[in-house]
């Protein structure tokens, strides 16, 4: 997957996000979650398109492992809203699958980086 791919699909993500969040139930656990979930999915995004301006290495991990965290971040969120029935379906289950694989991706970004910084260093 390209660069330009990854960051159309963690965009899609956030937009898809959002979209789900728009019928959240109108009351506190709904504002709140979608809150909650609409940030972490968007700085998924955000982040994400912030590596390609990394000034080194160093900085190049610093940015993907906060694009990590706010991936698993968003998957947490999603989980909690399957699990407290905010909004249920194909639809959340989708974008938990999403979430847990843009996780994976990043996860494994972070640490080819890592080896290969490594490998500069000695």
């Known amino acids: 997957m390209t660069r ?3 960051q159309q699909r963690t965009k899609k993500f956030h937009v898809d996000v959002i979209k ?3 019928d959240f139930p109108r009351n506190a656990a709904g504002f709140e979650t979608a ?11 955000a982040n994400y398109r912030a590596t390609a301006r990394a000034k080194s290495n160093s900085d190049f991990i610093y940015k993907i ?11 947490y969120w999603l989980e909690v809203v399957k699990d407290a029935e905010i909004k249920v379906g194909d639809e959340v289950d989708r974008l938990i699958d999403e979430a847990n694989q843009l996780t994976a ?6 640490k080819t980086s890592k080896t290969n910084k490594n490998k500069k260093n000695v």
Do not use: C, M, N, P
């Not at 492992?65 to 998957?75: G, K, M, P, Q, R």
């Open 65 to 75: 492992e906060i694009v990590l965290e706010e991936a698993d971040e968003s998957h």
């Open 35 to 45: 809150k909650q979930l609409i940030r972490s999915a968007g700085s998924v995004g």
């Open 20 to 22: 789900l969040s728009s």
């Open 4 to 6: 330009k791919e990854l």
């Open 105 to 110: 991706i990043f996860a494994a970004t972070d």
